[in-house]
Nanobody, 123 residues
Framework: QVQLVESGGGLVQAGGSLRLSCAAS????????MGWFRQAPGKEREFVAA????????AYAVSVKGRFTISRDNAKNTVYLQMNSLKSEDTAVYYC????????????????WGQGTQVTVSS
């Protein structure tokens, strides 16, 4: 298993930006598919973005495409989520997750999860 620790969450005004980081332990980070998910109060956890092991393939939820960018630095065992033009609807706990194998995006496919970091967007 992989230990994941998210950071970078906080309070930001609508229209602002925030960058989340997810640091992974272990030696297999460069072989993993990484994903970001979020869960707002009273709602189910939902997919936000994912990136393959090399960083050459990404996927985004329709709700964030064009505003969020996922990236990774395999030398630092870290994946990032750059969030721009934030909206109140983006308020949620954001979770980092990892899996091995093919580039699938189902929540149940991810094996390791971080503790989450709170993002609150005010207006």
């Amino acid at each position: 298993q992989v230990q994941l620790v998210e950071s970078g969450g906080g309070l930001v005004q609508a229209g602002g930006s925030l960058r989340l980081s997810c640091a992974a332990s272990g030696r297999t980070f460069s072989s993993s598919v990484m994903g970001w998910f979020r869960q707002a109060p009273g709602k189910e956890r939902e997919f936000v973005a994912a990136i393959n092991s090399s960083g050459g393939t990404t996927a985004y939820a329709v709700s964030v495409k064009g505003r969020f960018t996922i990236s990774r630095d395999n030398a630092k065992n870290t994946v990032y989520l750059q969030m721009n033009s934030l909206k109140s609807e983006d308020t949620a706990v954001y979770y980092c997750a990892s899996k091995f194998g093919s580039f699938t995006l189902r929540l149940s496919d991810f094996d390791s999860w971080g503790q989450g970091t709170q993002v609150t967007v005010s207006s």
